[in-house]
């Protein structure tokens, strides 16, 4: 039987806890599905998720480098959107962006320097 492949999950850097929570959680609504250390005093390894989307972060030095890229494909981005604006969060304000391929996207950047792009498939233009 020939492998299959089901999903990726990408690794993002994270420096401050207090600031991840902040921003995957209260601003973005992602969940946390699991957190370990191997020490109480050790780096934090979470992951995360918002619907299908799974997300891990790690405060680990030598497991990822921030300045990452990763797109979510999503559905109803203009009502989430909305949801994110509505809540005020004084570290973003993201907006909608028509792309030629005729996808729509918001991109967000967390406080690592991570940028996560939400796209939504849409009609593709005539050429």
């Known amino acids: 039987m020939p492998p299959q492949f089901t999903r990726i999950i990408p690794t993002l850097r994270m420096f401050d806890v207090r600031k991840a929570r902040e921003f995957y959680l209260d601003f973005l609504g992602f969940?946390?599905?699991?957190?370990?250390r191997f020490e109480p005093d050790l780096p934090l390894y979470m992951a995360i998720s918002l619907g299908s989307a799974v997300l891990h972060l790690s405060e680990h030095?030598?497991?990822?480098?921030?300045?990452?890229?990763?797109?979510?494909?999503t559905t109803g981005l203009a009502d989430y959107q909305a949801s994110l604006l509505a809540k005020q969060y004084g570290y973003a304000r993201p907006?909608?962006?028509?792309?030629?391929?005729?996808?729509t996207t918001m991109t967000v950047t967390d406080p690592f320097y991570n940028c996560l792009v939400f796209s939504e498939e849409g009609e593709t233009p005539a050429q």
């Open 95 to 103: 907006g909608l962006e028509r792309q030629p391929w005729g996808a």
């Open 31 to 36: 969940r946390v599905d699991f957190e370990h």
């Open 61 to 73: 030095h030598g497991g990822c480098s921030p300045g990452a890229r990763i797109i979510i494909e």
